[in-house]
């Protein structure tokens, strides 16, 4: 009778945590009310004294913490059955190992390529999907979102002057690429699940544009099929350098848990990495006010046009490029505390210095160039690696 009487009460406490849950998030609309409900079906289990919604965050939605939650306390627990990844998306996942010509080029491939057949594939189940009600709280861009959405003039007006601007043009070349020689053919060879409403340019950047931006990558995972991943719920939080929550990859489930104490009343926030401005804004679509992370950059054609004064100045440059020292495409970054780059300090170095000077940093500028891949550190001497976007 006891034993009972404590499983009643669990069951009771259970009850009560989801209904909890399910009461501070039906405040916004009936498409958040759906996604808990989903959430509890398919074994996603959130912290009581949360709310999803508008009210209270900084986006179009959020989670908004309704009483304190301590530090170590779990926010969410994620079975990895509850991911959309294109292991778990069971029509793509055959149909993608069983295309002799798509699965010889898996390796070679960016694993955003098999999650966006995923992606596409449910988004054209519509109500079938088993993710369908979570993919109704996805957004719909209009104007806003990361820029390689935007339109042409919008990039090219808003984006005068940054590292940002030649970043989304190559991303467009890139998609362009990857639609045309690998997405398109697989989809039209499999039309019974990528009808042709499916398989436009169109959708699949803006696709793109969600992987982009919500998506997570579990480096560690050797499953190409399984490696980047949309999580549900988690992809709801939105961004701050000073978050509140961090998220550990399991064998068989991902958790959520604060690393510091959440008020009554806060936005529950993620970080999506220590990146600086032009990143967010690449990614994402936002730049944060006083990002500790933040740096400036100084680009190849900047570096160029100062030293067009001199010609012996002029001369050495020419070298450098020859030697492949310096190339177009590598950004020299200063950080938001004024720590320059170390690579740019001695490329400065060999430019104005003598015949032996030159040969002695030489070297140790091959080496920094070998070491990293254009690193620099943030003001909390944390490395952040922006040679390339």
């Known amino acids: 009778f006891r034993r009972r009487q404590k499983l009643s009460y669990r069951r009771g406490l259970q009850v009560a945590k989801r209904k909890a849950v399910e009461a501070a998030s039906t405040r916004d609309n009936p498409r958040v009310t759906a996604f808990v409900k989903w959430c509890r079906r398919a074994g996603i289990r959130l912290h009581p004294k949360i709310r999803i919604g508008r009210e209270g965050s900084c986006a179009e939605i959020g989670v908004v913490a309704t009483e304190e939650i301590g530090e170590g306390e779990r926010v969410a627990h994620i079975p990895r059955s509850a991911l959309l990844t294109c292991a778990n998306s069971q029509a793509v996942r055959r149909r993608l190992l069983r295309d002799d010509v798509t699965a010889e080029r898996l390796d070679s491939m960016s694993s955003w390529v098999p999650l966006l057949l995923a992606m596409l594939a449910e988004y054209g189940l519509e109500s079938a999907s088993t993710w369908y009600p979570y993919l109704q709280l996805v957004p719909n861009y209009g104007s806003a979102g990361p820029p390689m959405i935007w339109s042409e003039s919008q990039r090219d007006t808003l984006l005068a002057g940054t590292s940002v601007l030649q970043s989304v043009h190559t991303d467009a070349e890139n998609i362009a690429r990857d639609h045309a020689t690998i997405v398109l053919p697989f989809m039209q060879r499999h039309s019974d699940v990528f009808p042709p409403h499916l398989q436009s340019l169109d959708l699949y950047e803006q696709m793109v544009a969600l992987v982009m931006s919500y998506s997570f990558s579990d480096e560690a995972n050797p499953d190409m099929l ?10 709801l939080l ?69 030293v067009s004064g001199s010609p012996t100045v002029q001369v050495r440059w020419r070298q450098l490029g020859k030697e492949g020292l310096v190339d177009p495409s590598l950004l020299y970054c200063v950080n938001s505390v004024g720590k320059i780059d170390r690579k740019m300090v001695l490329t400065l170095k060999m430019l104005h210095g003598g015949k032996l000077r030159y040969a002695c940093l030489r070297r140790h500028l091959m080496k920094e160039l070998d070491r990293d891949d254009g690193a620099v550190e943030d003001e909390n001497g944390k490395h952040v690696n922006m040679r390339h976007f």
């Open 226 to 235: 399984q490696r980047t991943m949309m999580v549900p719920f988690v992809d």
């Open 238 to 306: 939105n961004h701050h350098s000073q978050h509140h929550v961090e998220l550990s990859f399991r064998d068989d489930h991902l958790e959520l848990v604060a690393i510091r104490t959440i008020k009554k009343g806060e936005e529950v926030m993620n970080t999506y990495g220590p990146l600086p401005n032009a990143s967010l804004m690449h990614k994402y679509g936002f730049s944060e006010v006083n990002n500790p992370h933040d740096v400036a950059y100084i680009t190849h054609t900047t570096l160029t046009e100062a």
